[in-house]
């Protein structure tokens, strides 16, 4: 552990219940226990099991604190995140995560943490720290070209607005995810960020100068295959040796994350694009009814189909991989450019259409095309052939290992954390004198 100047600081962490919300805020607390600080990691029981081990360097640093969720009527049994029910039960989650106040209310005047590190869901959060005397941070998972496309509305396409993803209307929850964002936003004494300068330094600087409040960029967050996977793993393995049969970057890894559920007729023309472009390809697939499309493809030489859970990052690195055919969602992103693997995206909802327009601005995505907000087999085809060999996909893969040496560099995510910690170990200091 390094030392600090300042004395160690007890930080408490508060994410959403979603695991594209706990994944990041889990490396971000690991991060911060590096450099000696005790982190409480607050979440419901069962979404603290699910958590990859801790490893034993930082076992002392990292205390789990486990609220258990209220019940709510709507809400099936042993429903603690949002890949646990379908999308329109999301606002009854909510409901339910709103229900902690009373609880973490409690663990904040009991153990007084210095800071508290929160999402964009507990809207009732800030009056609290204001009134305890605790450092708020409202760190944002989501790229800064987001939280300026909030505060801005630059874009005019719908496909990737995400003003038109974002509810403005109270739902069952109680409170619309908009006025949630405002109060959360806004009442924090400043905020953290999902990404660096050198990838969106531009949206950091005005997204500071819109909400008049400091930003600090902490980095990308990619996850360390040492911190995040088991070295044992039996369903690596049994991919691994499918994967070591395929030639090299020929293979189209196809994962569209734990909550985009196709349809029908979505899961088909994915399919049958697989099927004309002719790549071998590794799909994950998960939440998804058994599709008959299985019983013609389950001896498919061509391809592997996976419904158990996988090593993303040990796949992505496989030396085999050519290509991610993804959703674009931020971490999803994030793992790919971090070993120089392009994506071929096709964005469902929230976030994914601002992060694929981004990304395609850096030439290191291709989008599937769409015709009245559909795509089909030919264009999903013909999308993983670009990317995969075609003469225009040179300068996208040569983009996407570029970028990786930005995404995997070590040394320059570290150096966000350090200034991060160092802003934060500045501010509780300045609020106790």
């Known amino acids: 552990m390094e030392n600090q100047p300042n004395k160690f600081l007890h930080i408490a962490v508060f994410p959403w219940l979603a695991f594209g919300h706990i994944s990041p805020f889990f490396e971000l607390s690991k ?25 034993p360097s930082l076992q002392p640093f990292i205390k789990f604190v486990e609220l258990p969720l209220p019940h709510i009527d709507q809400l099936p049994e042993n429903a603690e995140a949002t890949m646990d029910i379908p999308t329109h039960i999301v606002p009854y989650l909510k409901k339910a995560f709103d229900g902690l106040q009373q609880p973490l209310t409690l663990f904040l005047e009991t153990s007084t ?17 204001s009134k305890l005397g605790i450092l708020s941070i409202y760190f944002s998972i989501f790229i800064a070209s987001f939280l300026e496309e909030l505060l801005v509305h630059k874009s005019n396409d719908e496909e990737d607005n995400v003003i038109s993803t974002v509810h403005f209307e109270p739902n069952e929850s109680g409170a619309s995810d908009m006025f949630r964002m405002k109060e959360t936003f806004f009442g924090a004494d400043f905020i953290a960020v999902r ?45 691994r040796k499918w994967l070591d049969k395929q030639e090299k970057k020929s293979v189209v890894y196809v994962a569209f994350g734990s909550e985009v559920i196709l349809s029908d007729e979505e899961f088909t023309e994915i399919a049958k694009g697989l099927e004309l472009s002719n790549f071998p390809f590794l ?44 959703h674009c969602g931020w971490s999803s992103v994030i793992e790919s450019l971090q070993v120089g693997c392009p994506l071929i995206v ?8 601002l992060n694929a327009r981004v990304m395609e601005e850096k030439m290191v995505v291709v989008k599937v095309e769409r015709n009245d907000g559909k795509f089909n087999r030919d264009s999903v085809a013909k999308a993983l052939r670009l990317m995969m060999v075609e003469e225009e996909g040179k300068r996208y893969r040569s983009k996407a290992e570029e970028m990786g040496k930005i995404v995997g560099d070590k040394e320059l995510q570290q150096k966000y954390i350090d200034e991060f910690v160092d802003y934060v170990e500045l501010n509780v200091l300045a609020s106790k004198q």
């Open 31 to 55: 991060l911060i226990a590096q450099k000696g600080h005790k982190v409480s990691f607050i979440s419901t029981p069962r979404n603290i099991q699910r958590l990859p081990q801790l490893p």
């Open 113 to 129: 943490p210095d800071c508290i590190i929160y999402d964009f869901v507990p809207y009732w959060l800030p009056p609290i720290t």
């Open 195 to 239: 990404s660096c300068m050198k990838i969106e330094g531009k949206a950091v600087g005005s997204v500071e100068n819109h909400c008049k409040k400091k930003v600090i960029p902490v980095g990308v967050l990619a996850p360390s295959l040492e911190f995040s996977e088991d070295k044992k793993d039996e369903n690596w393995d049994t991919i």
């Open 283 to 326: 799909w994950i697939v998960k939440n998804q009814d058994k599709h008959e499309w299985f019983v013609e493809n389950d001896s498919n030489k061509n391809g592997l189909i996976w419904s158990n859970w996988a090593p993303q990052l040990r796949i992505l690195s496989h030396e085999s991989i050519g290509g991610f055919l993804t």
């Open 346 to 353: 096709s964005p469902f909802q929230n976030d994914q259409g």
